[in-house]
């Protein structure tokens, strides 16, 4: 499920979910499309980057794999070992991870040089 050691993965989720905390509708996240805009925007970050669908209810096994059962909160990028980011907020087994949008976003112009956001 991981991806190979030079590429990072990133862990979105899958769109059209229920949340038992808010009944009787369909979501998306607003994050998770965001960085999926991104994505489409720098599509040399494909070369970079395994993107993962994941489903909204917990646990989120592929997630908990790679970043660590604390560290569930989507979106997340999990980078190759060995890698750094000033972004970064946890480290499970050797590989940091960056989570939410903005975080991800300032690291994949920290670590691929993609355009920054305009303020």
Same mark, same amino acid.
């Given at each position: ?36 805009? #991104? ?5 040399? !970050? ?7 669908? #994941? ?5 989120? #096994?592929? #997630?908990?794999? !790679? ?17 750094? *980011?000033?972004?970064? *907020? ?17 690291? !994949? ?11």
């Amino acid at each position: 499920m991981s991806a190979p050691h030079d590429r990072a993965d990133l862990f979105l989720l899958k769109p059209g979910f229920e949340d038992p905390a808010f009944p009787d509708a369909i979501y998306f996240d607003r994050f998770s499309v965001l960085l999926e805009g #991104v994505l489409r925007s720098f599509p040399e !970050l494909e070369r970079r980057i395994v993107v993962h669908h #994941v489903d909204f209810a917990r646990p989120r #096994v592929a #997630v908990a794999a !790679l970043a660590g059962e604390d560290n569930q909160t989507l979106p997340r990028l999990v980078l190759p070992p060995g890698v750094a *980011s000033g972004h970064a *907020s946890a480290e499970h087994d050797g590989r940091r991870s960056v989570a939410g949008a903005a975080a991800i976003i300032a690291a !994949l112009v920290e670590l691929y040089g993609i355009a920054p956001p305009h303020p």
